[in-house]
């Protein structure tokens, strides 16, 4: 099923830059496309990933709906790309850890939530400009240290853009990563 947007989702929105002008935007994990339609509407030249064919699908007509374009693909990741470049990385991931059963890959991060994190960051400079960033969103439930690690390895320095507490027992987190040196 189609992720419905929650609290994360409209968090990453409030955090997206004014202008996505001039820019190339890869969102990673479109879902219903509220991300990859907003940086459009922004001005933003976006393609948007997905594992799920109904989220792509949900995608393209949010596009269509909205009269931005969208350039939406199926696939693993980095998979369905070439070896393109992109200003932005956008992701609003799986970010909690499995639980028993059928992994629900909206939520399902991996065995401690950070794997796809740690995936998606392993594989993000192939796919930036020298000076492109990543806005990524996490959870208190992601091991937040463990995440600051995987940043930390890959070499990018983080800014938090914006935080909100879900309940009483979770935080969300949208963070600017920016390759060291730039
Ligand atoms: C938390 S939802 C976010 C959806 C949307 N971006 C939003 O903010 O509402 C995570 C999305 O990542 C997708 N996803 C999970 N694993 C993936 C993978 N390996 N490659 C690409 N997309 C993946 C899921 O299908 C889901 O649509």
């Avoid at 949010?62 to 956008?90: H, K, M, Q």
Wanted: negative net charge; aromatic residues 8%.
């Amino acid at each position: 099923m189609v992720y419905e947007p929650q609290e994360d989702s409209f968090l990453l929105r409030r955090c997206l830059p004014s202008s996505f002008k001039g820019k190339k935007v890869l969102e990673m994990g479109c879902g219903s496309g509220i991300i990859s339609v907003e940086a459009a509407r922004r001005g933003g030249e976006v393609v948007a990933v997905d594992i799920d064919p109904e989220a792509v699908l949900a995608t393209r007509k949010a596009a269509l709906d909205a009269r931005v374009t969208v350039v939406a693909c199926e696939g693993d990741l980095y998979e369905p790309l070439n070896d393109e470049s992109f200003d932005y990385i956008i992701c609003n991931p799986p970010y909690l850890p499995s639980e028993p059963g059928d992994p629900d890959l909206s939520l399902d991060g991996g065995k401690e939530g950070w794997e796809f994190i740690d995936r998606l960051l392993a594989g993000a400079k192939e796919h930036l400009t020298l000076d492109g960033r990543v806005l990524l969103v996490f959870s208190s439930h992601t091991l937040p240290d463990r995440v600051a690690d995987i940043i930390k390895r890959n070499r990018f320095s983080s800014k938090l853009l914006g935080k909100r507490e879900v309940g009483f027992f979770e935080e969300l987190f949208v963070v600017e990563l920016v390759p060291d040196g730039c």
